[in-house]
Structure formats: C-alpha cells, structure tokens
C-alpha cells in the first residue's frame, strides 16, 4: 500500500482527467441499460399494439441513437482514462531517469543493468494496465452492477439472485487463470529478455566467437533458448484461449437460468415476456465486467508489486548531492588535500588514513599495486562515490561542502576505461562542452592527445561514426579519444586513470609530449602502471594495500631502492626482452 500510495501525486495531477473519463462512463453505462428498456417496450408494443404510446418501429429508432451515443460516449471514455495513463507512465519513465542519474556509482555496482532496464519496461508496463485499463474497468464495473443488478431486481428479485449465482465462480476462476497467465508471461518474458542478451552478448562478441570456431556451439545455444521461448508462449496461448470459453459458461449458464425459471414466470403470466427481454439484456451486460473483475484483482496485485519495483529507485537516496551549504568554487588556487582519508566499497576499507597534499598546478603521478585503491582515490576527488566529512578538501574548503557541478566542471576526468557514445568523433570529444561552444576546440583537442593525424585518415575526419561503443577504433584510439574529451573542455584539474594502457610506445611519446605543453598551470593526477607516464610528474606516490607506502620525485625515488624502483627495473627488463 505504501508504495501504491506514490502514485498519489500522480494520479491527483490528471484527477480532471479521470473524473471526465467517469463522466463517460456515467453516460456510456446509462446509454447502454436503456436500449434493454427499449427492446422490453418493443416486445410490448408487438404484443399489444393498441395499448402502446412508442410504436415498435420508434424503439427501434430510439435503439438505434442509443446504440450511437453509446459508442461516442465510450471512445470519450476510454480515450481520456488510457491517455491519463499513458501520460503517468511518461512521468514515472521520466522520474526514474531523472533519479538514475542522481544516484552514485555504488547504487550502480549494486544493482544489474537488466534488472534496471526491466523496471523500466515490464514494470512501468503494469503499473500504465492498473492505472488505465484496471482503473476504468473497475469504476465501469461498480456502476454497471449497481444500475443493472437495481434494475434486473425491479423485475425480477428471485430470478436476479439465480441468474448471478455462476457470477462469483466465474471471478474466481478468471482471478485465478489471470493469475496463472501473469506468471506464464513473466516466465516467457523472462526467456525472451535472456534470448535477447544472449544476442546482443554473441553479436559483440562476434570476433571472439569466429576466432575460437564457436559458431556452432552459439547457434546451438540459441535454438535451445528460442524452443524454450516458443515453449512458454504455448503455454501462455493455451491458458489464453480458456478465458473465452469460461465466459461463455458462465453466460450460458445465467442464460440457461433465465431461459428455464423465466420462461416459466412468462408462462405462469407471473412477468412479461417485455421484462423477460429486458432482463436478458442486462444479464448479459454484466457478463464481460464480471469476468473483468476477477482480471482488476490480478491486475491491482501485479501494478501493486511492480510500483514497489519502481518505488526502490524513486525513492532511493544518493548517498552523494549536493549539502544545504553548499557552494560553487570557481578556482583551486591551494590546492587538493586529503587528510586521514579512509573509503572503503563495504565494511572492509580500501583506502586507509591516506594524507595527502597536492598543491596547486602540481603534477603528482600515482602507481601502485593492482587493486591497491588507485581509481578509488581518483573517483572520490570526482566525488562518484560518497566521500566522509573532513577527509578531502579542495582550495582548502571541504569537498562536500562544493557544489557537484562547479566540483566536476573544474576537473577534466579519463576513466580507466574509454566509454564511447555510438555517435560520430566530434560528438564524442564534443561531450562536455556546451552546444555550439565547439569551434575550432575540438579539433584542438584532438592534436593534443594526439588524435588528429588518425581522424586525418579516416574518410569521414571528425565525422566519423564510431560504432557502438566505439567498435570502429582500436583500443588505443579509443584512449586517445576520451583523454581529448577530457583536454577539449579545459579542466583546471586533469585527473587521467591509466589513460596510457592501450596506446603503443610511438604514440605515447607523442601524447606525453602534447600532455605535458597542456598540462602548463594545470593540477594533475594521472595513475599509470607505466611509469614513463610520469615524465613530467613532480612527485609520484606508490600506494600498497590502501596506503602510501612511499612518495617523492621520481629520481629521488629510483636512488631510495624501494617498491618504485622494483617496478621501474622490472619496467625496464621487459622493455629489454621485448
Ligand atoms: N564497485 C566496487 N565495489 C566493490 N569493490 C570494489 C569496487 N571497485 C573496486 N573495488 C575494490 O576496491 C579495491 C581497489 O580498487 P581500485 O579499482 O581502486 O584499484 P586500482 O589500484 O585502481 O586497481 P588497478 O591497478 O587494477 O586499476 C579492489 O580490491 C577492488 O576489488
């Protein structure tokens, strides 16, 4: 209920919309129980047509606009109640968006992209039924109930309660075939989204599978996952087509109770076979919403299940925002300091009592063992990740205490790994700067991290589409692309994650020469495993087991024999053997 409850606010903001729909509905539900009315006045004018004051002929005109007004009325309904809910299906899209992007990089490490993605397919799929189709139904189904069972019991009582006595069975067993079919579409749901990432996965892998001759094993793999979809579809198909003729029990039964008991109160000269007519009418009125009644309780339980779904990510806090105090910092003139700075992703700590000053326009190169807490150190400078009170401070006042946007506007960041928009080059280098801002920037920015003589070669220059996840260019393209990305949008701060691991020794000579002109008054922090990357460094701290295990300017790091210079022998041997 409490998560049904978040639909409140939307719901209140289309009520206008809604009470219109029931207005319709009023009017269509009224349309509808006149025209048995009017067939009862018919059958009564055929039978005594002296004693009548409509003749047959006028019902039947009378039918006719009935019938008319009927339809118009019901297309106002069902058009203002269904686009009320596709326009709450929009919101909720829009909201979950809107707090995805809020939330910080831990919520992501938790959660799986398909599991998010469903939420946004399946889930908002539910809630737009219940909130439409359910809430018309439902609303449908009380006022034809109450008007058709007052009328039906004005004719006739006992005959009224006969003739729905099959109703509550026929709720029962709809709610329960309903049931069934919501979890055999979810099952069948459930086959086509693993058909549909394992196509994706085998359609980027393709060069991996050609390489190791897979191809078959991946065919196999797939015909076994699409027997197992089709599997699920026949199933859901056979459970489908029982509704159809449940409802037609049921029908046939109330009629089968009208036609005997009725007939024998028409005989009997106990009812009119006008009312007879009539009270035919209404029963079958009421045989689609019962049966509807038994799909609104199914339909209420799988909206009310999957608003919870979507409730997890509305009403998930990021642990990283932007405080009450907090304000923008335009520059870093006293540079970055960590003090006693302590993360870690769970209970075990990554990063430990790590003390650091960086001064401004310093060049500090950070290496280290793998997993030694590197990355962790550059993405909580970004704040990505949620950063404790009084451990890091930028121009001397508290991180969480600066706006996020002025934060990460000051500083330029190359993630470890190169994301690639499936857009073209300008696009991609384009990213971080506002439209219509690129000029000549771009182009600018791409000689600077030595990109321009590669986009010089391609047909279409800065045009050039990069496939999907940049699958046209080499790993050290793709490299070279993000640190431009970065250059293009003129950082006060330069924060490069391993942006060297993918690019050969003749370009990260050139890069380095170009990295160290636009380095100028900059900050930077670059993290490399390759220590050459550090060439125009002031200082470089070795990080082991999540903290500072040495730190100080390259040579005089090489002369104290410790882990750095362990690494810059190895370096060198490989270097020599290769
Ligand atoms: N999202 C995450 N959730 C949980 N643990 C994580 C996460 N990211 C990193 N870690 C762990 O934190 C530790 C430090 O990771 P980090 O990526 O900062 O190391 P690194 O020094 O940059 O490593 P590398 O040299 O391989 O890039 C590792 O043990 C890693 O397994």
């Given at each position: 209920m409490k998560d049904l409850a978040l639909l409140v606010p939307y719901l209140g903001a289309l009520c206008r919309r809604y009470a219109g729909g029931a207005l319709f509905l009023l009017l269509t539900n009224g349309f509808a129980l006149l025209i048995p009315w009017f067939m009862k006045l018919a059958v009564e004018g055929l039978q005594h047509p002296a004693a009548v004051r409509l003749s047959p002929a006028a019902c039947a005109a009378v039918i006719v606009a009935l019938a008319l007004a009927h339809c118009i009325t019901r297309i106002f309904s069902r058009?203002?109640?269904?686009?009320?809910?596709?326009?709450?299906?929009?919101?909720?899209?829009?909201?979950?968006?809107?707090?995805?992007?809020?939330?910080?990089?831990?919520?992501?490490?938790?959660?799986?992209?398909?599991?998010?993605?469903?939420?946004?397919?399946?889930?908002?799929?539910?809630?737009?039924?219940?909130?439409?189709?359910?809430?018309?139904?439902?609303?449908?189904?009380?006022?034809?109930?109450l008007a058709a069972v007052t009328l039906m019991v004005r004719i006739q009582p006992w005959l009224t309660l006969w003739a729905i006595l099959p109703f509550p069975l026929m709720v029962l067993v709809v709610k329960r075939i309903s049931q069934s079919m919501f979890l055999r579409s979810l099952a069948a749901q459930e086959e086509l989204a693993r058909l549909s990432s394992m196509a994706e996965e085998s359609v980027s892998a393709v060069r991996l599978i050609k390489s190791y001759c897979r191809e078959d094993h991946f065919l196999g793999l797939f015909e076994a996952m699409s027997g197992s979809y089709l599997h699920h579809n026949l199933r859901l198909a056979r459970l489908r087509g029982l509704v159809l003729p449940v409802m037609a029990a049921a029908t046939g039964a109330g009629t089968l109770v009208v036609v005997f008991l009725g007939g024998r109160l028409v005989i009997a000269g106990a009812m009119t076979l006008g009312d007879f007519v009539a009270f035919s009418g209404y029963l079958t009125?009421?045989?689609?919403?019962?049966?509807?009644?038994?799909?609104?309780?199914?339909?209420?339980?799988?909206?009310?299940?999957?608003?919870?779904?979507?409730?997890?990510?509305?009403?998930?806090?990021?642990?990283?925002?932007?405080?009450?105090?907090?304000?923008?910092?335009?520059?870093?003139?006293?540079?970055?300091?960590?003090?006693?700075?302590?993360?870690?992703?769970?209970n075990e700590a990554v990063l430990e009592r790590i003390s650091l000053h960086i001064a401004s326009g310093e060049k500090v190169g950070i290496t280290g063992e793998v997993g030694s807490g590197k990355s962790t150190l550059l993405r909580l400078l970004l704040r990505l990740l949620p950063v404790g009170d009084g451990m890091l401070f930028l121009d001397g006042r508290d991180i969480n205490r600066i706006a996020l946007n002025s934060l990460r506007r000051l500083i330029g960041y190359v993630p470890q790994e190169a994301f690639l928009f499936s857009r073209n080059i300008r696009e991609n280098i384009a990213y971080g700067l506002a439209a219509g801002a690129e000029g000549a920037i771009i182009a600018d920015a791409a000689r600077q991290a030595g990109?321009?003589?590669?986009?010089?070669?391609?047909?279409?220059?800065?045009?050039?589409?990069?496939?999907?996840?940049?699958?046209?260019?080499?790993g050290g393209q793709k490299q070279r692309l993000s640190i431009a990305r970065a250059l293009a949008t003129d950082p006060r701060i330069l924060v490069l994650d391993d942006p060297l691991s993918a690019v050969d020794a003749g370009h990260e000579e050139e890069i380095l020469a170009q990295l160290g002109v636009f380095y100028r008054n900059r900050t930077v922090l670059i993290v490399s495993h390759r220590l050459s990357a550090f060439r125009d460094c002031d200082r470089v701290v070795v990080l082991k087991n999540g903290g500072i295990a040495e730190q100080g300017r390259p040579a005089d790091l090489l002369a104290q024999g410790g882990l750095y210079a362990q690494m810059y022998r190895s370096q060198r041997l490989q270097e020599e053997l290769l």
């Open positions: 058009t203002l109640i269904l686009n009320a809910a596709r326009i709450i299906e929009f919101r909720i899209r829009d909201d979950l968006f809107r707090r995805l992007m809020l939330l910080d990089l831990q919520y992501f490490s938790s959660s799986r992209t398909g599991d998010i993605l469903s939420r946004f397919s399946n889930d908002l799929t539910n809630v737009r039924m219940l909130t439409g189709f359910g809430a018309m139904s439902a609303v449908n189904t009380v006022i034809l109930y009125m009421l045989v689609w919403p019962t049966a509807v009644l038994g799909w609104i309780l199914t339909l209420a339980q799988r909206g009310a299940a999957s608003m919870a779904r979507l409730a997890v990510i509305l009403t998930a806090e990021p642990s990283v925002g932007d405080a009450a105090d907090a304000e923008p910092l335009e520059e870093v003139r006293q540079g970055i300091e960590f003090r006693e700075l302590t993360f870690g992703y769970g990109f321009l003589e590669d986009v010089g070669n391609f047909h279409d220059g800065l045009d050039t589409m990069v496939g999907e996840k940049g699958v046209m260019l080499s």
